[in-house]
């Protein structure tokens, strides 16, 4: 069974300038994470999915910072303008409700320079 | 904002020996979880104990939980060098459907 796919693994922008982040989540899960982890840092939850509706958003810089999740599969976060602070790994994750109550499964992560 | 604290923040051992780590958390959880991540890649998932267990084994692996402390810890004996990662702790709280980490704690097992 494939795991979480992300993509691109590392981007390198200059501030100021938009990124996108991709994620496919395992087939059938309907939960989907983005967390961001800084360095040294455990990961943060910016925003969870249940399917394609934000059910919690509340960590996630809505000025900058925008998500979406069509058709409750692949998802989308996006950084616009991105700032020197937004350098750190972006992890999608995916889970399915009632296996192992809240086992997360995680992608290798999108790795972020902002220069 | 980060529920569980890891301790120690760094470890380091000799193959062979057992390695101890320890989660300290604020509030009542649902079940408590840890995570491995190899240095460069994502998060992967170790144990779940939940809060009316109070030690769990997966191999090498033993994992205690103590509600009334609010702790918890993950021992890995007869460590391997390809044990050395970051381990974090996680724990589900209320109707929550997320997950909190720790910051974690980096072991180091030398050969």
């Known amino acids: 069974e494939a795991g979480v796919v992300q993509s691109p693994r590392y981007k390198i922008i200059e501030k100021k300038q938009p990124v996108a982040f991709w994620c496919n989540p395992i087939?059938?899960?309907?939960?989907l994470y983005w967390y961001r982890q800084n360095l040294g840092q455990g990961p943060e939850l910016l925003i969870r999915?249940?399917?394609?509706?934000?059910?919690?958003d509340s960590q996630l810089p809505k000025d900058r910072f925008s998500a979406e999740r069509l058709k409750g599969v692949d998802s989308t976060l996006k950084i616009q303008p991105a700032e020197l602070g937004d350098s750190a790994v972006y992890l999608c994750?995916?889970?399915?409700?009632?296996?192992?109550?809240?086992?997360?499964?995680f992608g290798e992560g999108s790795w972020l320079t902002v220069v | 904002s980060q529920q569980g604290e890891e301790d120690p923040q760094a470890l380091s051992i000799q193959e062979g020996e057992n390695a101890t780590m320890n989660c300290s958390y604020k509030?009542?959880?649902?079940?408590l979880q840890w995570y491995r991540q190899n240095s460069g890649r994502g998060l992967v998932h170790l144990i779940l104990i939940r809060s009316n267990e109070r030690e769990k084994h997966s191999g090498r692996l033993r994992v205690t939980l103590d509600t009334s402390k609010k702790s918890s810890s993950l021992l890995i004996t007869a460590s391997r060098a390809a044990d050395t990662a970051s381990y974090f702790c996680a724990t589900d709280e209320g109707s929550a459907r997320q997950l909190t980490f720790g910051s974690g704690t980096q072991l180091t097992v030398l050969p």
């Open positions: 509030t009542s959880i649902n079940n």
């Open positions: 999915y249940e399917n394609e509706e934000a059910v919690d």
């Open positions: 994750a995916s889970s399915f409700p009632g296996q192992g109550r809240n086992t997360i499964y």
């Open positions: 087939s059938g899960h309907n939960t």
